[in-house]
């Protein structure tokens, strides 16, 4: 395991597990003798990672939303409201799934508001 300090503005212990996966937390003060490191860039996979979880969230949020929307459609029992806010879910869901998630900073769509 190896520690890294963030700036010494934030005072940020990070440790680098031997699985790759990393910890944080907050300290008092840096250790006596140990110099502020910044991180490293998240690398393409971590960033690829990240995003993928991001969007998979976005995208069940979104399946929660469509299925009593849909159901209602497919019955033949869905308002005009209920159609459109069908329409807008989905259209949702297909931008969503469209993002490119090797973009450090992908542009996430906005859901809709019904």
């Given at each position: 395991?190896?520690?890294?300090?963030?700036?010494?503005?934030?005072?940020?212990?990070?440790?680098?597990?031997?699985?790759?996966?990393?910890?944080?937390?907050?300290?008092?003060?840096?250790?006596?003798?140990?110099?502020?490191?910044?991180?490293?860039?998240?690398?393409?996979?971590?960033?690829?990672?990240?995003?993928?979880?991001?969007?998979?969230?976005?995208?069940?949020?979104?399946?929660?939303?469509?299925?009593?929307?849909?159901?209602?459609?497919?019955?033949?029992?869905?308002?005009?409201?209920?159609?459109?806010?069908?329409?807008?879910?989905?259209?949702?869901?297909v931008a969503v799934n469209?993002?490119?998630?090797?973009?450090?900073?992908?542009?996430?769509?906005?859901?809709?508001?019904?």
């Amino acid at each position: 395991m190896i520690w890294q300090y963030a700036n010494a503005e934030k005072t940020i212990a990070v440790r680098s597990n031997d699985d790759g996966s990393m910890e944080s937390c907050l300290v008092e003060a840096l250790p006596e003798g140990v110099i502020p490191a910044p991180f490293p860039p998240p690398t393409a996979e971590q960033i690829a990672a990240a995003n993928t979880a991001t969007r998979d969230v976005l995208l069940s949020s979104a399946a929660l939303s469509i299925g009593p929307l849909q159901d209602a459609s497919d019955l033949n029992i869905a308002t005009a409201e209920e159609i459109s806010s069908l329409t807008a879910w989905k259209q949702y869901r297909v931008a969503v799934n469209r993002v490119d998630c090797t973009q450090a900073t992908p542009v996430w769509p906005t859901p809709p508001t019904s």
